[in-house]
């Protein structure tokens, strides 16, 4: 991308929701008594200071590429941010818990990624990560679409991306490849979504990112237009709110051989 596009009070408008997902993720994570951590793409680190909570006798470290959500994080006795790339970070020592909330499908070449996180793990160590599989839901579908139309895909079209996540069979058979023993599953989320455009408010702060980053300010007011007319079809506002599914799909993974 050409500029840093995230918004941390965009994508914090739905933090409830957003972080049901990281506590079911570190709930399954068995580690007793760490002495790191790493939050790989930690965003603003609210959750990071979770895993200090977690862990009260870990060093806890969170990273992310984006300076302006790592301007939002506020470090403490044993818990530190820094910006960095999670394609290039390596760690000085061996950590032995890494996570990865709703990072990885921003990384094209993620699953090497995996592998050599994996290898930067204490014997023993844990991974855990959690990445959205809802690109074949309308949020997503009607948006590539979208992009792809006259109107818009001189503008768009080249960063219409497909389903850049696996499914929890491969990332097992991935992580048990690099010695791990792993736990990989999906849940779907039905989050219930209050106010007007609120599928479009979500997908702001998030999905709609590298087009909102292309586009000047008309530009991006007709493309919004453009997508609020489509999603309050797909996801019609009902009396008890929005009904928004969302599917995630999670593994968590323990070193138990060297590579």
């Known amino acids: 991308m050409s500029r840093d596009v995230w918004d941390p009070a965009v ?3 739905h933090a409830g929701e957003r972080s049901r997902a990281f506590f079911d993720l570190v ?3 068995a580690a007793e008594r760490p002495r790191r951590v790493v939050d790989a793409g930690c965003g603003t680190g609210e959750l990071t200071a979770e895993l200090a909570r977690r862990w009260p006798g870990a060093d806890v470290h969170g990273f992310d590429s984006s ?3 790592i301007g939002g994080a506020v470090a403490g006795d044993r818990l530190t941010f820094s910006v960095e790339d999670v394609t290039r970070w390596r760690p000085e020592a061996p ?4 996570v990865s909330n709703a990072v ?25 990560f959690q990445v959205p599989g809802n690109f074949d839901a309308p949020s997503h ?7 792809r139309t006259e109107r818009w895909r001189d503008r768009l079209a080249d960063l219409v991306r497909e389903a850049p996540v696996g499914d929890p069979a491969e990332y097992h058979e991935l992580l048990a490849g690099a010695g791990c023993e792993v736990d990989a599953w999906e849940t779907t ?10 599928v479009l408010g979500w997908i702001t702060g998030a999905a709609l990112r590298p087009m909102l980053d292309r586009l000047d ?11 609020a007319a489509l999603l309050d079809e797909a996801y019609p506002r009902g009396p008890h709110g929005t009904l928004f599914p969302f599917r995630r799909v999670f593994a968590v993974a323990r070193k138990v051989t060297e590579e």
């Not at 579908?141 to 992009?147: H, N, P, Q, S, Y």
């Not at 989320?189 to 609120?198: A, F, I, P």
């Open 67 to 69: 300076p302006a959500m």
């Open 217 to 227: 300010s008309a530009e991006a007011d007709a493309f919004l237009g453009d997508c």
């Open 189 to 198: 989320y039905l989050h219930v979504l209050t106010g007007d455009d609120t």
């Open 11 to 13: 994508y914090g408008r």
């Open 141 to 147: 579908a009607l948006v590539r679409g979208l992009c």
């Open 95 to 98: 950590v032995d818990v890494i």
């Open 27 to 29: 709930a399954r994570i």
């Open 104 to 128: 990885l499908q921003w990384v094209p070449g993620h699953r090497e990624v995996l592998s050599r996180w994996v290898g930067a793990l204490a014997p023993g160590g844990w991974l855990a």
